[in-house]
């Protein structure tokens, strides 16, 4: 079983001004132990995708469609009580922006008991205990003394680390990371990826990583998905996508990168820029930047094609294979993982 | 935090003489002659010389400041001009009668203008939100020497359910908070005081909740599974501080009496005191009731800084 199945998810937001296509039909599967990374642009609904595996949004104003089971359970449509006992339990997020993610006015100790409390019903002590353990566990250096520091004491490295044990307090089977070490120096982002890798593996959950970055990519994926303008455009194991990606748009992410620009700058090397949510063309939303771009390319949006096995590209310019081998999306990839490079 | 309470303590002294000195000045600054409603208007300028040698106005006012806060530390603030009595006698049975509304119309105000402005703010948008925020303007634009009036004619004249002015019945000395011919006296001037406060606590409550539940770590609550209740103990936590504030200012307000509230029900507070102050220019009492006052204020906003600094460690800081 799929510890985590995300089929025909669409996201729109309405207001009162505008109605904003933020996920337009996405599709993903993520196996136990298994790394999945979300790679895009700004924009281009990664952050929503990911907080719809958690119901986050805000009700009133979002339209989700289509399915999300985690371990089996529905969670878009699970009751209220059932969606609070998988959050911080089942599944846990780490958000990008350490800084203002946690809350200023309780200690450390605190947020990450309080979690504990909530899912284990244990008491102030033993969550406290629990906290320390988890402080030592992400390598929170003098960690006792920590636990009752409170956000603003600590550097943006810290805090992610105090994220991290804080999403990890109820050992979760899939953990949603939304670009984790953006906010941090380069330095410090080596190091909390390096800690993330280990602990996924150490504690065989799931996870699902988003990024802009294909470098962290590569070190950390198992499978890679693509996304464009709230689609899916190429997804298949990391060696496959970025070796020898099939899309148009993937090459020219990969084309951006290898000139070694900043880690934490967007991709720009693609001209022209990511539609407007609000208006998608009615074709591929790629097409107007496309370098490969077809006459129908700006009426049909392309049906999903598999150059190899496993390897899905959305684009009117990909050659299919053969029909067999389209069942599987995401498949494992044993030995293909890269690593990454000694400290 | 005990360093941090000595400095604001610190702190607080040159403001509290900065204070005194606005205040003497104050009353110098404001026209008329403080001897001409007590001298006689036929009295020779030898005898106003003379009342003025005993007051001390003909000494430069660098001096008269320099004896007055002499004697004024020590708890001495003069002799009434209007009355004769001590300015300190005054101004103490004077704040107490405010402090006997403000008993009342504090929690009244603070408990309401709370409630509505932490229930709109976590409802931002949705209807509630709409009506409590009307009902916070109607609160902070209605004057409230008008609302104190309506309600006398109300409740004291057409149903003559309540008293409409003074303390307590004619002829009762002390008042008795476990009589109610004594506390009927307080409703309508409590009410009254109570509305503006209410508005404008209510309107800052609202605002600091909606924005404090826009920040990013409200999604990290959702995201560890809190309840909507506990995230919400965790928002109005935050959104506290800046209350607080408002809660330090209002209370000065509220303590500080209203001259138009105390006048328009005659409770002899220190609002009152001061209307009948000016209006006789007892410039003792002025600057007695005036300097007391002021440093309610300042107290108020000491503590104020501190329990703020009690719950949000980042102003310890500063
Ligand atoms: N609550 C919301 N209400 C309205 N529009 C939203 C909301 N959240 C996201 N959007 C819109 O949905 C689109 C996708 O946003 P999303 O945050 O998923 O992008 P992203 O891929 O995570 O980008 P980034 O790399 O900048 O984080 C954007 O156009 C954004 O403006
Ligand atoms: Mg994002």
Redesign the interface.
């Known amino acids: 079983m799929p510890l985590a199945e995300v089929r025909d998810l669409y996201v729109r937001f309405v207001t009162r001004e505008a109605t904003v296509y933020a996920v337009n039909g996405v599709g993903f599967t993520v196996r136990p132990g298994e790394v999945l990374c979300i790679l895009g642009e700004s924009g281009s609904g990664k952050s929503v995708t990911l907080r719809a595996l958690m119901r986050l949004l805000p009700a009133r104003r979002t339209q989700i469609r289509g399915s999300v089971t985690v371990e089996g359970q529905n969670v878009l449509g699970m009751p209220r009580r059932a969606l609070r006992d998988l959050r911080g339990g089942l599944v846990a997020m780490i958000f990008q922006e350490p800084m203002t993610a946690l809350d200023p006015v309780y200690t450390v100790g605190q947020q990450i008991g309080e979690t504990i409390r909530r899912h284990t019903g244990c008491g102030r002590e033993a969550a406290r205990r629990r906290a320390l353990e988890l402080l030592e566990m992400v390598r929170i250096p003098s960690a006792a003394r920590r636990l009752d520091a409170y956000p603003h004491e600590l550097s943006g490295g810290l805090r992610q680390r105090v994220m991290i044990a804080m999403a990890l307090s109820c050992s979760p089977r899939l953990l949603l990371a939304d670009e984790p070490t953006t906010a941090l120096d380069a330095t410090v982002q080596v190091q909390v990826l390096i800690l993330l890798r280990r602990l996924q593996r150490e504690l065989g959950m799931g996870m699902i990583f988003v990024t802009h970055d294909l470098g962290v990519a590569a070190e950390i994926a198992d499978t890679v998905a693509v996304m464009y303008a709230g689609r899916i455009v190429e997804s298949g194991p990391v060696g496959q996508i970025l070796n020898a990606p099939a899309h148009p748009y993937t090459a020219g992410l990969l084309a951006s990168t290898v000139h070694g620009q900043s880690r934490d700058r967007d991709i720009d090397a693609i001209a022209g820029s990511p539609p407007d949510m609000r208006r998608l063309p009615q074709g591929c939303s790629f097409a107007p930047r496309c370098p490969l771009r077809m006459a129908e390319c700006r009426f049909a949006v392309p049906e999903p094609r598999f150059p190899v096995r496993g390897h899905m590209a959305a684009c009117h310019a990909v050659a299919h294979s053969s029909p067999a081998t389209q069942a599987a999306v995401t498949p494992t990839v044993a030995g293909s993982r890269a690593t990454i490079s000694a400290r | 935090m005990i360093r941090y309470i000595l400095r604001r303590i610190v702190y607080a002294i040159p403001i509290a003489f900065g204070v005194s000195v606005v205040c003497f000045s104050l009353v110098y600054i404001a026209p008329g002659d403080p001897l001409q409603t007590v001298m006689p208007p036929d009295a020779t300028a030898e005898t106003i010389a003379i009342v003025k040698h005993a007051y001390g106005f003909d000494r430069p006012l660098p001096m008269q400041f320099l004896i007055w806060l002499g004697r004024v530390v020590t708890g001495d603030f003069g002799v009434s001009i209007a009355t004769r009595r001590p300015v300190f006698l005054e101004v103490s049975e004077a704040l107490a009668n405010t402090a006997l509304l403000a008993m009342f119309a504090v929690p009244l105000a603070f408990f309401t203008g709370y409630v509505m402005g932490a229930v709109a703010g976590s409802f931002a948008g949705r209807w509630i939100d709409r009506v409590v925020t009307g009902a916070a303007v109607v609160g902070v634009s209605l004057p409230n020497y008008w609302l104190g009036i309506v309600l006398v004619i109300v409740f004291a004249v057409e149903y003559m359910v309540l008293p409409a002015t003074g303390m307590g019945p004619s002829g009762s000395t002390a008042f008795n908070l476990a009589q109610w011919s004594n506390v009927q006296f307080l409703v309508l001037p409590v009410i009254t005081l109570a509305m503006i406060p209410i508005g404008i606590l209510a309107r800052t409550t609202r605002a600091a909740v909606a924005e404090v539940r826009n920040?990013?770590?409200v999604?990290?609550?959702?995201?560890?599974?809190?309840?909507e209740w506990?995230v919400t103990r965790?928002v109005l936590?935050?959104a506290m501080p800046q209350v607080m504030a408002v809660m330090g200012l209002q209370f000065g307000y509220l303590l500080g009496g209203s001259i138009l509230v105390e006048t328009v029900f005659t409770w002899p507070g220190s609002g009152f005191l001061l209307s009948k102050a000016i209006i006789n220019r007892d410039v003792p009492v002025l600057q007695g009731t005036i300097l007391v006052l002021s440093l309610v204020f300042v107290t108020t906003n000491l503590v104020v800084d501190l329990l703020q600094s009690l719950?949000?460690?980042?102003i310890r800081?500063a």
């Open positions: 920040q990013d770590f999604q990290t609550l959702r995201a560890k599974g809190l309840s506990a965790h936590k935050n719950i949000d460690p980042r800081r």
